[in-house]
């Protein structure tokens, strides 16, 4: 099977998990037998652009002429089964679709984010969920707001390609969801429920987590507002000092004086600052609970999955894609405390994103985190590990390339 996978790749000054994500694909890809073409433009290249292509680069997201007549000679060359896309602003625009249909070539695309609707992708604005985009026809609210790199004009731009590729994004073969909450996204979208797939992302396997558990509880995160460290520390505060064990926070950001202060005001927090990756794992098992407390629609926080990963548990608010890392999105029942809701047999709990639920949240992690060690290292194995992911990708690889009528590899 041949793939041509297509991503904008974001600057490499800003980390980007995507980017990781799309690399370790590939490679997992490549070690299947599949035979992969890379069609990739880097938001790094804009400053070396011909003055042409720097003239026509606000038009970029609605349509990159240059990308489409390389696309094309890719298309002509390898003739591939499909083409999988991640990411296509602002160098490849969504009309890769077009593009790729035109030459007969069928398209699924990996949603990272919420951009078919919000023009940051992150349905979070000014401190808090913004979903003001939501069902029209033209995000006004996103150009009002300057929700796209802080630009008014880069916004409209923006808000216009969402709005004259409505069609296009309705028109991609199969769409892999990264959980359930990015499912349901789509279908509010329009996207019909067969043509979407829920597929997480894989992280490598670090081995089985030794015998016994860790102490205490472990924060790692961007130190900023939407990554809930305010929240953490209100809900640690409402318990004497001690009686929780140890919080653990690392990380560095602009909520760092946060964090500082904290470790200064009890014995019961320390502050670890930026905790190279490496090292992460120890970090993980020492603790005996993960924390992962977004106040925003987090997509798919990949620590929630390393945390599985060594077999500890998380302590997750209910929010964007954390209930379905957790294996906490099924089977709810509204008479249940969403404060207390820690369900066995999957990896650990979730809590509404208020503080006082979270500081009882907190109490039942403590006391039940050694139950559920064994099930949150399952959980990953069955869920998240490399081998399962890409054989599920494979598969929707060979469903879609099946679906396509016969004589549909070129124009």
Request: net charge neutral; proline share 8%; aromatic share 6%.
């Amino acid at each position: 099977m041949k793939v041509v996978i297509a991503h904008n790749r974001y600057r490499e000054a800003l980390p980007s998990g995507e980017n990781v994500i799309v690399d370790a694909e590939i490679e997992q890809l490549r070690a299947a037998g599949v035979q992969v073409v890379p069609f990739q433009r880097s938001s790094d290249d804009i400053g070396a652009l011909p003055l042409l292509d720097k003239a026509l680069l606000p038009a970029s997201p609605i349509h990159n002429r240059r990308a489409q007549r390389d696309l094309a000679l890719i298309l002509e060359k390898e003739r591939p089964d499909l083409l999988h896309l991640h990411n296509p602003y602002p160098l490849l625009s969504p009309w890769v679709i077009r593009t790729a249909h035109a030459h007969g070539v069928p398209v699924v695309q990996t949603v990272h984010n919420y951009r078919q609707v919000c023009a940051s992708g992150l349905y979070f604005r000014d401190g808090h969920i913004c979903t003001d985009c939501k069902g029209r026809a033209f995000g006004l609210p996103a150009v009002v707001h300057s929700c796209y790199r802080g630009s008014k004009a880069q916004s409209l731009v923006m808000a216009t390609a969402l709005a004259a590729h409505r069609g296009t994004w309705r028109s991609v073969d199969r769409y892999i969801a990264l959980t359930t909450a990015i499912k349901g996204h789509l279908m509010e979208y329009g996207i019909p429920e067969a043509n979407i797939v829920v597929k997480p992302n894989a992280i490598p396997d670090p081995g089985p987590p030794p015998a016994g558990g860790g102490e205490g509880f472990l924060y790692a995160a961007r130190l900023s507002p939407e990554k809930g460290l305010g929240l953490l520390l209100d809900a640690w505060r409402r318990h004497p000092d001690g009686a929780l064990g140890q919080l653990r926070i690392a990380g560095d950001g602009e909520l760092r004086p946060l964090a500082e202060a904290a470790a200064a005001e009890r014995l019961d927090v320390t502050y670890l600052g930026v905790v190279p990756r490496e090292e992460m794992p120890a970090q993980l098992r020492a603790a005996a609970v993960f924390l992962a407390v977004p106040t925003w629609h987090d997509v798919l926080p990949t620590a929630i999955i390393e945390a599985l990963a060594n077999g500890r548990p998380v302590l997750g608010t209910d929010v964007g894609g954390v209930p379905f890392l957790v294996g906490a999105d099924q089977d709810r029942s509204p008479e249940v405390s969403r404060a207390r809701l820690c369900l066995p047999g999957v990896g650990g709990w979730v809590v509404a994103p208020e503080a006082g639920s979270l500081a009882d949240a907190l109490a039942v992690a403590r006391t039940q985190a050694s139950s559920f060690a064994g099930a949150a290292r399952r959980r990953y194995e069955e869920m998240f590990h490399p081998d399962v992911v890409t054989g599920r990708l494979l598969e929707i690889y060979r469903e879609v390339s099946a679906a396509r009528p016969a004589g549909r590899h070129a124009r």
